[in-house]
């Protein structure tokens, strides 16, 4: 089965570190989501990519993240400086669109904790 | 967008029908009702999704009512492993532009 890749699974570091999380969509696959999910806050959109351009990332901190797609197998995220209130676990799902009734794929997730 | 509502938390006693409700009554004529459920620690899984009739898959069942108002998940032998948050969801649908929204989603445990 096709799977979304996401690296590292796990990452823990330092307040004000730099920390870079990598999805790989599913081959084929023109629309890249990133979401945080935390206990009290649910799934939360931060950004949203079709066709490697971003099409909205209202969710995302501004000053801090930035999400980006070198190219269609590719997609990162990163915080610079990371704080201990962005401990969660960040998702990565791609699908295809417009195409009515494609489902979302998820990855596994990144889990980091910031000290 | 439409908005989905379900109920917090749900229980139900293994090998029987879990019936999972969610309510979406300002849902558009062109969006689908999509169902996920995340086991925990994983990323969150599709189950299966629908128009306007109901939808049978290997996983689960929809029924969607005939003013689309409502749906509810069905598991049709509910096991330990479907232990899981279930999130209902409706796709905003516009072909240009189509955030994935979810919402808390309900907790079902399936009971031995």
């Known amino acids: 089965d096709a799977r979304v890749t996401q690296t590292p699974r796990h990452k823990v570091t330092e307040m004000g570190q730099e920390v870079t999380m990598r999805c790989q969509p599913i081959l084929g696959h023109n629309t890249v989501f990133w979401y945080r999910q935390t206990m009290m806050q649910g799934l939360e959109l931060l950004a949203y990519?079709?066709?490697?351009?971003?099409?909205?990332d209202s969710g995302m901190p501004k000053d801090r993240f930035s999400a980006e797609m070198p190219d269609a197998t590719l997609a990162t995220l990163k915080i610079q400086p990371s704080e201990p209130r962005d401990s969660a676990v960040y998702f990565c799902?791609?699908?295809?669109?417009?195409?009515?009734?494609?489902?979302?794929?998820f990855g596994n997730g990144t889990r980091l904790t910031v000290t | 967008d439409a908005k989905t509502t379900q109920p917090p938390s749900m229980d139900c006693a293994e090998g029987r029908a879990a019936n999972l409700p969610c309510n979406h009554s300002?849902?558009?004529?062109?969006?689908?009702v999509y169902w996920y459920r995340q086991i925990h620690s994983q990323g969150p899984q599709y189950i299966i999704h629908?128009?306007?009739n109901n939808e049978t898959n290997e996983m689960a069942s929809l029924i969607i009512t005939e003013d689309r108002k409502s749906s509810t998940l069905i598991l049709p032998h509910a096991t330990l492993r479907d232990t899981a948050v279930y999130y209902c969801i409706v796709r905003v649908g516009k072909t240009s532009y189509d955030k994935v929204i979810f919402g808390p989603g309900t907790s079902l445990s399936v009971i031995p």
């Open positions: 799902a791609s699908g295809f669109q417009p195409l009515r009734g494609s489902p979302l794929h």
């Open positions: 990519f079709r066709n490697r351009a971003p099409l909205d």
């Open positions: 629908g128009l306007k």
């Open positions: 300002t849902i558009s004529g062109n969006e689908y």
